[in-house]
T-cell receptor, first 110, second 115 residues
Framework: RKEVEQDPGPFNVPEGATVAFNCTYSNSASQSFFWYRQDCRKEPKLLMSVYSSGNEDGRFTAQLNRASQYISLLIRDSKLSDSATYLCVGDGGSQGNLIFGKGTKLSVKP | NAGVTQTPKFQVLKTGQSMTLQCAQDMNHNSMYWYRQDPGMGLRLIYYSASEGTTDKGEVPNGYNVSRLNKREFSLRLESAAPSQTSVYFC??????????????FGPGTRLTVL
């Protein structure tokens, strides 16, 4: 079964900390990867797509390592508002077939 | 531009009752999806529709049916609800990106309890 695995956490960090999440995927044919953010009792929202060259959006940096089949998300200068569950997502090799990890919970404390 | 909308937001059913969950998107996306999310299980695909007029089974289709009514609307029907179908149901729609990635956008969800 194609899977995306991630540490469930929770990660408890102070404001201003840098935190990194990793996830691994089993389907070597996967081409597209994403990080979604999900707040408690809300829908998942796209945080960023992950490209082979790595990409950055403000305080967030995503990296893809195809050789080792893992994806990472780095959050710098954590804010209280970053507290959420972060979902790692990879495509299953066909359209409509996104495989979601179970999520990593982040709690940023004052 | 409302994005993806779902109705109802909450629903309680008795075992054996039927109901239809409604989903609509105003982003002119071709593809639409239904997921369920359970504690400790992550999001699992129930059915999807790659384009108007087509539907395909996902990972957990048993006990559900879908209808792609038009490009905007994709409904999910439970013919005879069971307690195992207690879950949060999310509808999503997607657009293909310039690099071939299929980016999905989610509705706010329907919280269903089957007693």
């Amino acid at each position: 079964r194609k899977e995306v695995e991630q540490d469930p956490g929770p990660f408890n960090v102070p404001e201003g900390a840098t935190v990194a999440f990793n996830c691994t995927y089993s389907n070597s044919a996967s081409q597209s990867f994403f990080w979604y953010r999900q707040d408690c009792r809300k829908e998942p929202k796209l945080l960023m797509s992950v490209y082979s060259s790595g990409n950055e959006d403000g305080r967030f940096t995503a990296q893809l390592n195809r050789a080792s089949q893992y994806i990472s998300l780095l959050i710098r200068d954590s804010k209280l508002s970053d507290s959420a569950t972060y979902l790692c997502v990879g495509d299953g090799g066909s359209q409509g077939n996104l495989i979601f990890g179970k999520g990593t919970k982040l709690s940023v404390k004052p | 531009n409302a994005g993806v909308t779902q109705t109802p937001k909450f629903q309680v059913l008795k075992t054996g009752q039927s109901m239809t969950l409604q989903c609509a998107q105003d982003m002119n996306h071709n593809s639409m999806y239904w997921y369920r999310q359970d504690p400790g299980m992550g999001l699992r695909l129930i059915y999807y529709s790659a384009s108007e007029g087509t539907t395909d089974k996902g990972e957990v289709p048993n006990g559900y049916n879908v209808s792609r009514l038009n490009k905007r609307e994709f409904s999910l029907r439970l013919e005879s609800a069971a307690p195992s179908q207690t879950s949060v149901y999310f509808c999503a729609s997607s657009v293909w990106g310039v690099l071939g990635e299929d980016t999905q956008y989610f509705g706010p969800g329907t919280r269903l309890t089957v007693l």
